[in-house]
């Protein structure tokens, strides 16, 4: 006797706009196996279909209207723990904050969590959907505290965290911008001089009829060849830039390379180091505070501390604390971590307090960078207006030279 096999219809979700009974436009998503079936639910509902359309799993279109940044996650996070300590129900706060915030596209992002939920979804698993704006690291940290019944304290910890992250991004980024700025500023300025100023002192000294000084046929070359290939070094370095950042994204070993470089810049190699330590033991301090298990945490804390060295040293100490090694001796061989942080480490681990002390640990090394920052901006700024004088400056001199010579002739 044959038998017939029925196959399971996929289910997926679908993403509808229409108008109610009142006429009311509404926004919304339904799961179905088609369109058909959702179009037939949705107009027992009273709703006037305007829209329907599948939903890309994990996307949501960016239309008109500001980007999400981090700070409104920030901003998001802290409303969503606000909420829920004063008893407002999931749902309620999410649609308190679709209606609320200023930001077309974090209403958008968030109505969409809000459907998600309505249709049974999971919290944590509706986040995992839009990994661009909730990591690994922030959805493990809510389906702890689903599980554990303590969302609103996990999501009032989560905000704590993305603020003081934010913070120390944003110093490494204000350390590392000022020299950037003033470089750019120095050579276009000397482009400048070379390609508008120059010329003009070299038409003069050409009615001299005498030879002119060696700095100053140095200058006037440089001038000379900017102005014939003043677009090849453009192009050229446009070029080399876009090339580095696409390589960037898609190769592996070139940002292994670059962020090993990253480390051992003079200067700015140790913030990006002691930034690195204090993401590492904030984020692996919020986990075990968390309840999340030390094997399972290790897997976001590599790459919360945003540098691929750490990230691969990281992998290393899951591998050997999973073989039973314990986690002060793991991260002692990866020769990454200073002392002061082996040693709380090495505390905590006896104390049963592990979470407190890398904490503690953390907030040493973010003062350590507020610190560092602080002193290096002071030291580079005259450091740069030195140089940036001397190589005007030096252009200027070579420059006048002959005009000086003339003066002493006559």
Same mark, same amino acid.
């Given at each position: 006797?044959?038998?017939?096999?029925?196959?399971?219809?996929e289910?997926?979700?679908?993403?509808?706009?229409?108008?109610?009974r009142?006429?009311?436009?509404?926004?919304?998503?339904?799961?179905?196996?088609s369109?058909a079936?959702?179009?037939?639910?949705?107009? $027992?509902?009273?709703?006037?279909?305007?829209?329907?359309?599948?939903? $890309?799993?994990?996307?949501? *279109?960016i239309?008109?209207?500001?980007?999400?940044?981090?700070?409104d996650?920030?901003?998001?996070?802290?409303?969503?723990?606000?909420?829920?300590?004063?008893?407002?129900?999931?749902?309620?706060?999410?649609?308190?904050?679709?209606?609320?915030?200023?930001?077309?596209?974090?209403?958008?992002?968030?109505?969409? @969590?809000?459907?998600?939920?309505?249709?049974?979804?999971?919290?944590?698993?509706?986040?995992?959907?839009?990994?661009?704006?909730?990591?690994?690291?922030?959805?493990?940290?809510?389906?702890?505290?689903?599980?554990a019944? @303590?969302?609103?304290?996990?999501?009032?910890?989560?905000?704590?965290?993305m603020?003081?992250?934010?913070? @120390?991004?944003s110093?490494?980024?204000?350390?590392?911008?000022?020299?950037?700025?003033?470089?750019t500023? *120095?050579?276009? &300025?000397?482009?400048?001089?070379?390609?508008?100023?120059?010329p003009?002192?070299r038409?003069?000294?050409?009615?001299?009829?005498?030879d002119?000084?060696?700095?100053?046929l140095?200058?006037?070359?440089?001038?000379?060849?900017?102005?014939?290939?003043?677009?090849?070094? @453009?192009?050229?370095?446009?070029g080399?830039?876009?090339?580095l950042s696409?390589?960037?994204? $898609?190769?592996?070993?070139?940002?292994?390379?670059?962020?090993?470089?990253?480390? $051992?810049?003079?200067?700015?190699?140790?913030i990006?180091?002691?930034?690195? &330590?204090?993401?590492?033991?904030?984020?692996?301090?919020?986990?075990?505070?968390?309840?999340?298990?030390?094997?399972?945490?290790?897997?976001?804390?590599?790459?919360?501390?945003?540098?691929?060295?750490?990230?691969?040293a990281?992998?290393?100490?899951?591998?050997?604390?999973?073989?039973?090694?314990?986690?002060?001796?793991?991260m002692?061989?990866t020769?990454?971590?200073?002392?002061?942080?082996?040693?709380?480490?090495? &505390?905590?681990?006896?104390?049963?307090?592990?979470?407190h002390?890398?904490?503690k640990?953390?907030?040493?090394?973010?003062?350590?960078?507020?610190?560092?920052?602080?002193?290096?901006?002071?030291?580079?700024?005259?450091?740069?207006?030195?140089?940036?004088?001397?190589?005007?400056?030096?252009?200027?001199?070579?420059?006048?030279?002959?005009?000086?010579?003339?003066?002493?002739?006559?």
């Amino acid at each position: 006797m044959a038998t017939v096999t029925s196959k399971k219809t996929e289910e997926f979700t679908l993403n509808w706009e229409g108008k109610n009974r009142a006429g009311r436009l509404l926004r919304g998503a339904i799961k179905a196996t088609s369109n058909a079936q959702a179009a037939a639910a949705l107009r $027992r509902q009273g709703i006037a279909l305007t829209k329907l359309e599948k939903r $890309r799993a994990g996307f949501m *279109a960016i239309r008109s209207g500001k980007a999400i940044k981090p700070k409104d996650l920030i901003v998001f996070t802290k409303q969503m723990a606000v909420m829920l300590k004063a008893g407002v129900p999931l749902l309620q706060g999410l649609e308190i904050v679709v209606r609320g915030n200023s930001n077309a596209n974090v209403s958008r992002l968030v109505g969409d @969590i809000k459907t998600d939920i309505e249709t049974g979804t999971l919290l944590s698993a509706a986040f995992r959907k839009y990994p661009l704006y909730f990591d690994n690291f922030y959805c493990s940290l809510i389906e702890a505290g689903e599980s554990a019944g @303590i969302l609103d304290q996990m999501l009032e910890r989560l905000a704590l965290y993305m603020a003081t992250t934010e913070a @120390i991004k944003s110093k490494i980024k204000s350390a590392l911008t000022y020299p950037v700025s003033v470089l750019t500023v *120095a050579f276009v &300025v000397i482009a400048v001089i070379m390609i508008f100023v120059v010329p003009a002192f070299r038409e003069v000294f050409s009615s001299f009829g005498a030879d002119l000084p060696a700095p100053t046929l140095l200058v006037i070359a440089i001038s000379e060849f900017l102005m014939a290939y003043w677009w090849l070094l @453009i192009g050229g370095m446009g070029g080399g830039l876009f090339y580095l950042s696409y390589q960037l994204k $898609r190769s592996i070993k070139l940002q292994n390379t670059m962020d090993t470089m990253l480390l $051992r810049l003079p200067l700015f190699g140790a913030i990006v180091a002691k930034a690195c &330590v204090a993401r590492w033991t904030r984020t692996l301090s919020t986990m075990f505070a968390a309840g999340v298990p030390l094997v399972e945490a290790l897997q976001c804390v590599g790459g919360a501390a945003g540098n691929s060295v750490f990230a691969r040293a990281t992998t290393r100490i899951q591998q050997d604390v999973s073989m039973g090694m314990a986690l002060t001796d793991a991260m002692k061989n990866t020769k990454l971590f200073p002392p002061m942080v082996l040693q709380m480490c090495l &505390v905590g681990e006896e104390s049963g307090s592990i979470d407190h002390m890398l904490g503690k640990a953390a907030d040493f090394y973010e003062l350590e960078v507020d610190d560092m920052v602080a002193g290096i901006s002071t030291l580079v700024e005259p450091l740069f207006m030195v140089v940036l004088g001397t190589l005007i400056g030096g252009i200027v001199v070579a420059m006048y030279m002959p005009i000086f010579k003339i003066g002493q002739v006559f």
